[in-house]
């Protein structure tokens, strides 16, 4: 694997992801924002088809979700209240790809996607 998750001491240990990751591959993948195109009812839907695509999109360079070195993930109109679906499509996504990787991540609360019916957008680079 191209990717150790760690977290050092000094910071503090975050259940859903890692603080640092450290690659040692030598090829990148950027995987643009995905979104559910069939446009899921609900948070947890999407961001669960948002995983799922970003693995298709990781399979067909060759990786899978465990090369993730850094996940950003774009909600609409975000506020702490909705953390527990987003963390239940977060798991369920896991569950379907089998992974317990938790690499670095960034939420980042947004006006507005491409289209009204996507409430969530996911985007990853990984290292081969």
């Avoid at 924002?33 to 669960?48: I, N, S």
């Avoid at 799922?52 to 979700?65: D, Q, R």
């Avoid at 980042?108 to 409430?119: C, F, N, R, T, W």
């Amino acid at each position: 694997m191209a990717v150790t998750l760690v977290d050092p001491p000094e910071l503090p240990e975050i259940d859903v992801y890692r603080q640092v990751a450290i690659a040692s591959g030598t090829k990148l993948v950027f995987v643009a924002g995905q979104v559910d195109w069939a446009a899921g009812t609900g948070l947890a839907a999407q961001v669960e088809q948002c995983y799922l695509n970003v693995a298709t999109a990781l399979a067909a360079a060759g990786g899978s979700f465990d090369d993730v070195a850094k996940l950003t993930c774009y909600v609409v109109g975000w506020t702490p209240d909705k953390m527990p679906e987003l963390l239940a499509g977060i798991a369920r996504a896991a569950d379907k790809l089998g992974t317990t990787a938790k690499p670095p991540a960034s939420l980042i609360g947004v006006a507005a996607l491409d289209v009204p019916e996507h409430l969530v957008e996911v985007e990853a680079t990984a290292v081969l």
